[in-house]
């Protein structure tokens, strides 16, 4: 400073006046002649020796506005002039000492400056800034080559020469100084730090970037210091700006960088061979792996020579043939890529499969990079088998990890062109590396999905790969069983494609593949716990077969005394011997074809095994064992089929049959049961007509009849003669063997004799025969027969009985004595331990009753006894008939019904539980010998007693009877009727229950065990007879039983009912709906409803949950549907709607169930279409209204709501459908969107939305509990009601000014506050500004002192600070860039705000929401369209830290502290290519802040280092606050997040704010290098989240 102070003084005024007149400026001529007046002032009384200026940060304030981009380069210059004198009369000391301040403004001019303006700036680098000391320079290098770097990028222009001159000007002189190395690092940080910039740094690099020499290359040693230079201290910043470079999204910058790779940066080169720098290695390959998804030959081509280390540019010329170059080229291709690139590629491919993300973007990523590099093979190959399994392996997992099927199908569509692109040669030897790794699961996953059934691929690979599979089966026992599925998967692609050993493929491949699938079969036979694999095997083994020309000797000998051995070996019972049988049995039919000629022995061998084979098939036809039978016949049909001229099949079930001489009689009954089943399931098997017997089974049938003794009725071959549907057949055979030999006609006569004795025994049969007379002798005859006690007494009931039924059988016309049927029903009672007795006793029975017998009362307990009782299993069916004969004439048959019913729903519940636990493998077999029959007979007697009561009960009620006739009725009788009715009601409901569970039977066993076929066919038959019960019960009782259905489905069943409700032919939607509407009427108003239409009741079912019912059920049937149950629905809606207050509990369902109804009127397109869309519109005006005029049940709990529930809770998961009152806000969010349609019309619309928002929206708003009473459904609501409706903009805008709005928790503003101010903006333009001239600019307190200055101090920063949050707000819910035409307002009133003071109003204090402003700018608008901003934002940064380092004396809140270095944190996250010109002022932005430079460099009195604020606060702050709060290190692959985003940082005292600050400050310069070091993306919704945590503070704590 001068010696003259009032010279100072005077020099300090003028400067003063000058810079006076700026806030004055309005056009470019006004800047210029501010600038001239300022240069005057500057130049014209300076005092002498002067080497500072006064009022230098407001004059760089200045200066650096008025080199904006927008002002002409008339202002640029003169404001270049201005500098120019500055820096003349500070010099080089002073300029070292503010280089802080004058260099910010004037850097970025280069970046938009003219011709005329650019020598002018070059001028002020090459004379001031070019001579600071190094110590100077160093802090703001990476400022300075990013302010030169836009002229390099021009090489054509006029200006080029010159700052190519200035840059290498500014490297020799740190290289003067020993450190080149720094500018080499510090450029490599530009370039990746500034994309803007990278085309000036390749430039350069390509004309001064040192060549790096490969793995034993010989340099000299100047060569060598020059490599150091550019990888010291850091090798990583050189291979990161090679990474940016090769990242770079345009494809000339891709393209240079490339060339560099080859000529200067070999993929051998020491620096990325050392084992040190193996990371930096992956991330150099990793970048330029991505090159090959652009598919550009030009970038891929200088790829391919990178990684085989060739270079046809500088080889060329030495190369003096053709094959020469070839001859080097490969020998070169041989060793260098194996050696240097094969193991980086293969890491990175791993990094980018466990670094994806369940997005399909990075997921498809290194399936398209394979498949780029598999251009050039001789990369790709080795690539693509170090990799293949990996990668299949993650999509593999990806099929249950992904967050939609959308989202697999992309990546899977990504893997299958790069399946197909990979050689089958290759591919196969990846996939035989799998199965020796045992990745077999994944193997199974692979042929399952993708194509591997190509020509070439399947004659050659595919067979070679099945034989391996075979081979190691048994090698791998945990994997037995999946590598079995793959074979048979790979044998079914061999036959799929046609192919067949006669084709081109050599035979030899084919009997290869047969003598090791046989191979494993034999091994697998030796074993018996290799059962469970054994009908895989088999499987393989026929397809093979098949197309095999011959068998090899293995096939034919080995196997064939195995199978023999194993036939032998197999024992009586359990799954695993049918298993082992049913294998044998296969491999027999696949080997008999083919043993013809030569094989004869081998034949015969086989033929030979077929006897033992049938027998152990014999056992499993049994009635204990019905899960087997249809794969048994299939396969003793199969064995006969083959074997027919030898007819062993029938040979040996004739012997089995014949057994009867060395066995008891139980053995034969077996037998005999055993070959009904064959009878019984070769109708189905080999579809023959009802009146023929197949070849197979005439012989074994003549041999039951003959062995059939028809004196007694237990005999075995008696009972599957009457239990044959016709007799027809077994005639025929009998008289179809008649021949000439007496023996013969005896024995077809004695035949024919016992059919007619059978006859006589069987009511079925006997049709065609008349009674005896003399039927009274008869009878008594008979009676003295009964009586009779001694030798021979079965034998003689056995004759009586059956002449008393053929002497008063229902043919004959006789009725019995009364006294007759009181004995036999004595006889009956007593004979429970006798089965044979009370058999004849029951068949007697049924065969004299008839309409007019007249039956004791006892025989009702009788029957009830006997259908609960187990033994009587065998004979249910005449029990069920003998009551089914017996109850209409039974007088006491309601009183009973109860207890009947009871009973038959017992058994059938009993039998059903044991069927389902055989084919659930629970068990091996029933306790009842045929539990489908027995099923379908009590079900048939169940349906009989329901008749009869039905019919009972409504016989004495006349067709045409009406109310009043019914008044007229005795009211005791009237009550007696009711009692019967309900009674038949309650068992009818008994009866529909027990359908409907056997209806919804399902097997719960899921492995294949040969009784697949069997369950089918068992459980088509009783879903059969169970629905046709269901069918008839409907037709009796509609209403009943259909209320019974919906209990059931609001029970446990609701999509089997579904399902049932939609097969049953009396529950069409046309009978269905109106029994719906009038069940809903029985609950909700009874009085609407006929006598008719009434149910009883019964069924527990509320109003509620049967209109929960009739919405699910109109959910789900076929949208052309809606024409025919329109009538019943919209009356129904009607009758509803005429009277509301008795329905209303149903109303609000209601609405949902409209909704079901116009979005399948949507769907639709018929004729009334329009008018029943105007009912529809109409009836749910309606429904509107009357729901908010009477507010039922689940009204009035909206404004009751606390709580929140995130939206993404409310998708994830779903929940059924409630049965109980809902919510009316749910059913409004749930139900709008469907009822658009409806209302299209205004004054319809107007009225349904003003309710709402009356009703619903505006309470919600307006409530004392606001914001904390609102849900995401109620922003949900408000969303749906339309924008021009004038009750949804001031209810909005009515939340958005209320000052507790800003409490709103964080899971309503991102999802339900942001969108509908979205909707806001768009709506209304003028809102944003608004809101800001609402800001006032910051003025003195005037005459008001004392209390009443605070007051008004404290309410202007409130009105101010809200202001400016909704502003940010508003920002922040918009697209990006829709604040722009505000952007000039919005930094007007920041500029404003900037100048508040404590003691203005508003005061200091609204800085924190000012810095929250900027970080929606700098989150929602394009940085390119901030250039005004920068100066404002650069200055007050410097101001904020200043008052930082006032510490004590600090003016700024500790709100704004923290919401500064937020500002100031989010900037180094973004990077902007502006603000990286100032990021030299508050962190060290150079290799500085990881290697500072060593104490004898920095220490130096004659020079001054500028230090970054961050260096400079945390002292200060760590004094202040006597500790570090120090964050938590981010994870090396996170991406980059906002440091201070912490909750802590919300909800801290100004003690803590201090230490937050301080340990985020000490480490700040650390942390931004380390994020610029890891390449990481930004993760702008983080930074968005914490913005909005800031600005919504109260609801976010």
């Given at each position: 400073m001068a010696a003259d102070q009032k010279a100072y003084r005077r020099y300090h005024a003028t400067i003063e006046r000058a810079l006076a007149l700026f806030d004055a400026n309005s056009d470019w001529a006004d800047y210029i002649a501010f600038l001239t007046r300022l240069l005057r002032s500057l130049d014209s009384g300076k005092p002498e020796g002067l080497s500072d200026i006064p009022c230098k940060a407001r004059i760089a304030?200045?200066?650096?506005?008025?080199l904006q981009p927008s002002l002409p380069s008339g202002v640029h210059q003169k404001a270049l002039d201005v500098y120019n004198e500055i820096f003349s009369i500070i010099g080089a000391k002073g300029l070292s000492r503010d280089l802080s301040l004058l260099l910010p403004g004037l850097s970025h001019t280069l970046a938009f400056a003219n011709l005329s303006t650019r020598p002018m700036v070059l001028d002020l680098y090459e004379t001031y800034l070019l001579k600071l000391p190094i110590l100077t320079l160093r802090p703001a290098l990476k400022a300075l080559l990013l302010s030169l770097l836009p002229v390099i990028e021009e090489e054509t222009s006029e200006d080029f020469d010159r700052c190519l001159h200035t840059f290498d000007a500014l490297r020799n002189c740190f290289a003067k100084d020993g450190q080149e190395y720094f500018f080499w690092q510090t450029l490599f940080v530009a370039s990746i730090s500034s994309p803007l910039r990278r085309p000036g740094v390749l430039i350069y690099l390509e004309r001064h970037l040192p060549k790096l020499a490969a793995e034993g290359q010989v340099r000299g040693d100047g060569a060598h210091a020059a490599s150091d230079m550019v990888v010291t201290p850091e090798p990583g910043l050189l291979v990161r700006c090679f990474a940016t470079g090769l990242r770079d999204e345009q494809a000339l910058i891709q393209r240079g960088f490339l060339d560099m790779l080859v000529t200067h940066f070999p993929l051998g080169a020491d620096i990325l061979q050392s084992g040190r720098y193996q990371k930096d290695l992956d991330v150099l390959v990793s970048a330029a792996l991505v090159v090959v998804l652009r598919r550009d030959m030009s970038l891929n081509r200088r790829l391919w020579a990178w990684f085989t280390g060739t270079d046809s540019k500088s080889s060329d010329a030495q190369i003096t043939s053709p094959m020469e170059a070839v001859g080097k080229q490969l020998e070169l291709e041989k060793d260098y890529f194996p050696s240097f690139g094969l193991y980086p590629i293969i890491r990175c491919i791993k990094v980018m499969i466990e670094d994806a993300t369940a997005l399909p973007g990075p997921r498809t990523l290194p399936f398209r990079v394979m498949l780029s590099l598999m251009d050039r093979w001789e990369i790709g190959g080795p690539v693509v088998k170090a990799s293949f399994g990996l990668t299949m392996k993650s999509l593999m997992l990806y099929q249950s990890t992904a967050p939609s099927q959308s989202a697999f199908d992309e990546v899977f569509r990504s893997a299958n062109v790069f399946f197909d692109g990979i050689e089958s040669a290759t591919l196969f030897a990846c996939m035989t590396e799998l199965l020796l790794s045992r990745e077999v699961e994944l193997l199974a996953f692979i042929v399952a999905n993708f194509n591997v059934e190509q020509a070439d691929t399947v004659h050659v690979h595919v067979i070679e790969f099945s034989k391996q599979v075979a081979k190691v089966i048994l090698d791998k026992k945990e994997h037995a069983t999946s590598l079995t599925s793959l074979l048979n998967d790979l044998t079914a692609i061999i036959i799929s494609t046609g192919l067949s050993a006669a084709d081109s493929t050599p035979s030899k491949l084919f009997a290869d593949l047969l003598v090791s699938i046989t191979k494993t079969l034999i091994a697998a036979l030796e074993g018996p716990e290799n059962a469970l694999l054994l009908p895989s095997i088999c499987i393989s083994f026929e397809r093979v077969v098949v197309v095999s020309q011959s068998l090899p000797p293995i096939v034919g000998i080995d196997l064939l005394q195995q199978v023999s051995q194993a036939v032998s070996a197999v024992p009586a019972a359990g799954w695993e011997s049918f298993t082992a049988l049913d294998v044998h049995s296969r491999i027999i039919a696949s080997l008999l074809p083919r043993l013809d000629g030569e094989a004869g022995a081998t034949r015969q061998q086989l033929l030979d095994c077929l006897p033992l084979l049938v027998t152990h098939l014999w056992f499993f036809l049994g009635s204990d064992t019905p899960q087997y039978h249809v794969a048994v016949v299939e396969d003793l049909w199969r064995l006969r089929d083959l074997s027919a001229r030898h007819e062993i099949v029938?040979?040996?079930?004739?012997?089995?049959?014949?057994?009867?001489?060395?066995h008891t009689i139980s053995l034969t009954e077996a037998q005999t049961e055993r070959f009904g089943t064959l009878y019984h399931h070769t109708k189905t098997v080999r579809r023959?007509?009802?009146?023929?017997?197949?070849p197979m089974l005439r012989r074994p049938a003549l041999r039951i009849l003959d062995q059939c003794h028809v004196e007694d009725r237990n005999e075995p071959g008696v009972r599957w003669v009457m239990s044959l549907s016709s007799i027809s057949p077994t005639l025929k055979i009998v008289l179809g063997d008649q021949l000439d030999d007496t023996q013969d006609v005896l024995l077809t006569s004695a035949r024919v004799e016992k059919l007619v004795k059978i006859l006589y025994l069987s009511e079925d049969h006997w049709r065609s025969f008349s009674t005896s007379p003399d039927i009274r002798l008869v009878y008594k005859f008979c009676l003295t027969l009964i009586e009779l006690k001694g030798y021979g007494e079965s034998t003689l009931r056995h004759d009586?009985?059956?002449?008393?039924?053929?002497?008063?059988?229902?043919?004959?016309?006789?009725?019995?004595?009364?006294?007759?049927?009181?004995?036999?029903?004595?006889?009956?009672?007593?004979?429970?331990?006798?089965a044979a007795y009370q058999e004849q006793v029951l068949d007697t029975l049924l065969a004299m009753l008839n309409d007019k017998s007249l039956l004791p009362p006892s025989l009702v307990q009788v029957l009830l006894k006997g259908l609960t009782t187990i033994p009587v299993d065998e004979r249910l069916d005449k029990w069920i008939t003998l009551l089914c004969n017996f109850l209409p004439n039974h007088a006491a048959l309601l009183p009973s019904l109860l207890k009947v019913t009871n009973g038959f729903c017992k058994r059938i519940e009993q039998i059903f539980q044991d069927l389902q636990a055989v084919f659930s493998q629970k068990t091996d077999s029933t306790a009842a010998k045929s539990p489908e029959k027995s099923i379908a007979n009590l079900l048939s007697g169940l349906e009989y007693v329901l008749a009869r009561a039905h019919q009972q009960v409504f016989l004495d009620v006349p067709p045409s009877a009406t109310a009043a006739d019914e008044a007229r009725r005795d009211p005791v009788s009237n009550r007696s009727r009711a009692n019967d009715r309900l009674t038949v009601i309650l068992c009818m409901q008994d009866a529909v229950r027990i359908c409907a569970r056997l209806w919804s039977w399902k097997s719960a066993r899921t492995t294949s065990a040969g009784d697949t076929k069997s369950f089918q066919y068992t459980a088509i038959k009783i879903r059969t007879r169970s629905r046709k019960i269901l069918e008839n019960l409907i037709v009796a009782e509609p209403q009943e039983c259909l209320e019974t259905l919906i209990g059931l489905w609001v029970g446990e069943e609701q999509r089997s009912m579904l399902d049932l409700l939609q097969t049953l032919n009396g529950a069409r939607p046309r009978s269905m709906m109106p029994a719906v509407f009038n069940a809903i009427y029985g609950r909700t108003n009874p009085g609407a409803l006929s006598s008719s239409q009434k149910s009883s009741l019964s069924i527990q079912l509320g109003s509620t949950e049967l209109v929960t019912f009739l919405n699910e059920y109109t959910s789900a049937l076929e949208d052309d549907m809606l024409e025919e149950i329109w009538t019943d629905c919209a009356a129904f809606l009607r009758e509803v709607l005429a009277n509301p207050m008795p329905h209303r509990q149903i109303l609000i369902k209601l609405i949902r169930f409209c909704s079901t109804l116009s979005r399948k009127m949507e769907n639709t397109n018929f004729s009334e279409e329009s008018r029943m869309q105007r009912e529809l519109s109409d009836l749910c005006t309606r429904l509107f209204t009357a729901i908010f005029a009477i507010k039922p049940a689940g009204f009035d709990g909206l404004a009751s709501l606390n709580g929140t529930v995130s939206k993404a809770e409310s998708i994830q998961k779903p929940t059924p459908p409630s049965h109980g009152t809902e919510n009316m806000l749910s059913v409004l969010v749930e139900a709008l969107p469907h009822l658009g349609p409806l209302l299209k019309q205004y004054d319809r619309s107007h009225a349904v939305f003003t309710n709402i928002a009356s009703n619903i929206i505006s309470p919600a708003f307006h409530g004392r509990a606001f914001p904390q009473n609102l849900s995401l459904e109620h922003l949900e609501l408000m969303r749906l009601i339309p924008t021009s409706s004038k009750t949804w903009r001031k209810d909005l805008l009515d939340a958005f000014n209320n000052a507790k709005f800003f409490e709103s928790p964080l899971d309503l503003v991102g999802n339900g506050w942001l969108p509908l101010i979205k909707q806001l903006q768009a709506n209304d333009k003028t809102i944003l500004t608004e809101c800001l001239n609402r800001i006032a600019p910051p003025a003195a307190a005037g005459i008001m002192l004392g209390i009443g200055a605070t007051a008004a101090r404290t309410e202007a920063d409130k009105k101010t600070q809200l202001e400016l949050l909704k502003v940010a707000t508003i920002i922040l819910a918009t697209d990006t860039d829709t604040a722009l035409p505000h952007l000039p307002l919005i930094l007007q009133k920041i500029e404003e705000l900037f100048s508040?003071?404590?003691?203005?109003?508003?005061?200091?204090?609204?800085?924190?929401?000012?810095?929250?402003?900027l970080r929606a700018l700098l989150l929602k608008v394009t940085h390119n369209n901030l250039p005004q901003l920068w100066p404002i934002l650069d200055t007050e940064l410097q101001t904020l830290c200043k008052d930082l380092l006032a510490g004590p004396d600090s003016k700024y809140t500790s709100s704004s502290k923290l919401q500064g270095a937020k500002l100031l944190d989010l900037l180094l996250l973004m990077r902007p290519d502006e603000f990286q010109l100032h990021e030299w002022l508050f962190v060290t932005d150079t290799i500085d802040a990881i290697y500072p430079p060593s104490t004898s460099t920095s220490q130096s009195t004659s020079t001054i280092e500028p230090e970054p604020y961050a260096a400079q606060i945390a002292p200060v702050l760590t004094a202040a606050s006597g500790q570090i709060d120090t964050a938590q290190a981010a994870s090396p692959n996170q991406m980059r997040r906002p440091w201070l985003s912490r909750a802590e940082s919300r909800n801290s005292s100004e003690h803590d704010v201090d230490a937050l600050l301080a340990g985020f400050f000490s480490q700040l310069s650390i942390r931004a290098f380390e994020d610029l070091y890891s390449l990481q993306p930004l993760d702008e919704e983080a930074c968005t989240l914490d913005l909005l945590a800031d600005v919504f503070g109260d609801g976010a704590a």
């Open positions: 304030s200045c200066l650096s506005r008025c029938e040979s040996t079930v004739l012997d089995l049959l014949c057994q009867s001489e060395a023959y007509p009802e009146d023929a017997i197949p009586s009985f059956a002449l008393l039924k053929m002497l008063y059988g229902t043919r004959s016309g006789n009725t019995p004595p009364d006294e007759l049927v009181s004995l036999l029903v004595d006889k009956l009672d007593q004979t429970t331990a006798d508040a003071t404590p003691e203005s109003s508003p005061s200091l204090a609204t800085r924190g929401d000012v810095y929250l402003l």
